[in-house]
């Protein structure tokens, strides 16, 4: 590799890193940002000579950054609120990208000469899910109501498994591979179960060696191995990768607090970091391929393209908003028992589900993937751009608006969690508490009794501990010293403090953002401990 090709490796992250540091900066949204700048970089750039060019490899987006961002969103995710919800995800994430395929593909199949079905249908698949990375960049940042959130990213998690598996199978029909519709199905049944039962296996594999493991190192750069290991397993016998991933991450994610504080308190910085390097890379290489896309239109109609251009991102936007509506309320007309557990949605929730589907990298990679030779080829790939960078960039850029105006807020979600955090603090604190009183009981109140008092008032011991650090908690008649008695204590407590937490979050009266603020703090102090 010369100087430059690796020059070429370092500027395109220092860029991104630079760009999204200005939008965090200015409080804009920096997926948005980095879109619009690798477009003016792209396009300026094809006229420089001597200009890298960035060309998106599908094989790299599939493998190297899928599987890590869908690992940490679902990592990142609620188990509890995902099954809660599991209705609204699965019409999402299975029916809708089916329905959004079936009618983007008989639509561009009439209005483009000689394309052929399966080709359309192909290409419906490619732009029928919503991305994962784009819904959780946009959807946290607008503090939207936890419930929505919950329903978008499950969507985003899971629609992955359906869009690709169809996308296979078109594929497969263009290359003379026969498919019927029942073998259609059983391909999807046979991705999808693999991929759950694959993820499950690999799951229960990863929870046993995370809850024996006490070293952070070494199970945080075993937990940055997980995405890539699931996601090939499953890959290897033409199962779904990307369910078995998103499977491995809610299942490990909701028994995070298995495992060691120092895991969880690294595990956290770790992901964070990779995320935000990810996230920004591949939203600038978005823009950056339309200097590339646009060579393979030379010599076609512009009038005709734009044509097939609206055409298709209006039955994007529009097949989003038809389905969501009677998906919202059709079930709760059928049956009473959604009626009677399900509190009616508002006009106003429905509004800003079905107005967010913006797309992302997966759809362009699925894109850049159709072999060559394949129908439409170059016509596919760039409808395909202009549907992910119209829906970021038209349906992003209007979110925040759209929000504000319906007045869609989680302030009181955010009471009522701190409500259930104060609660949790005080029943964790009485439990912490009580497992002092059983632990003081044999003669330890009157052979320490400043241990006590330091428990309950925690003033001088870090600066009295700085100095007993010295003696490595051993006193000159070789017995426990006080700092070091205090330590083995408030570690005890803070175990009973996090099993109330989790009894808590397990029995529904904290939620698991709850959960997670709250060990957090006892994850920090517990370092502190370790460190003393």
Partial sequence: MDISTALQFVLLPAGAVAIAAFARW????????????????????????????????????LLVFLPPLLYSAALDSSFLRLRDFRRPVGLLSVGLVLFSAAV?????????????????????????????????????????????????????????????????????AIAGQ?????????????????????????????????????????????????????????EAVHASGVLSVVVVGVFLGHRMNRAD???????????????????????????????????????????????????IFAAVVVARILWVIPGVHLPRLLFRSIREREPRPTAAHVAVIGWAGMRGVVSLAAAFALPVGFPGRDLLLFLTFVVVIGTLLVQGMSFPWLIRKLGVSSDQEIYKDNLSEAAAQQAAAGAALARLDELTKEGIIETHAEVIDRLRNNAERRAMGAWERLGGGIGPEGEETPSALYRRLRRSMLEAERSVLVRMRDERRIDDEVLRRVTRELDYEEATLARD
């Fill in 26 to 61: 200015r409080g804009w949204p920096a997926p948005l940002l980095l879109v619009l700048v690798g477009l003016i970089v792209g396009l300026i750039g094809s006229h420089i000579p001597g200009m890298p060019e960035y060309e998106l490899d599908p094989e790299v987006v």
């Fill in 178 to 234: 026969g498919v019927s519709l029942l073998g259609a199905f059983g391909q999807f049944a046979y991705a999808a179960g693999g991929g759950l039962l694959i993820g499950l296996v690999l799951a229960y594999a990863f929870g046993w060696l995370f809850n024996h493991l006490r070293d952070p190192l070494i199970s945080n750069t075993i937990s940055l191995l997980i995405p890539f290991a699931s996601y090939l397993a499953a």
């Fill in 104 to 172: 983007i593909g008989l639509l561009m199949h009439m209005l483009i000469p000689g394309l052929p079905l399966a080709a359309a249908f192909a290409l419906g698949a490619i732009v029928a899910p919503p991305d994962a990375v784009a819904a959780v960049a946009v959807a946290r940042r607008l503090g939207l109501p936890r419930k929505i959130i919950t329903i978008l990213v499950g969507e985003s998690l899971f629609n992955d498994a359906t869009a690709l598996t169809a996308y296979r199978v078109a594929v497969a």
């Fill in 261 to 311: 504080y120092g895991t969880r308190v690294v595990s956290y910085s770790v992901w964070k970091v990779l995320d935000f390097f990810l996230e920004i890379i591949v939203f600038i290489l978005i823009g950056l391929q339309l200097p590339l896309i646009l060579d393979g239109l030379q010599g076609q109609d512009p009038w005709r393209i734009a044509g097939y251009s609206a055409a």
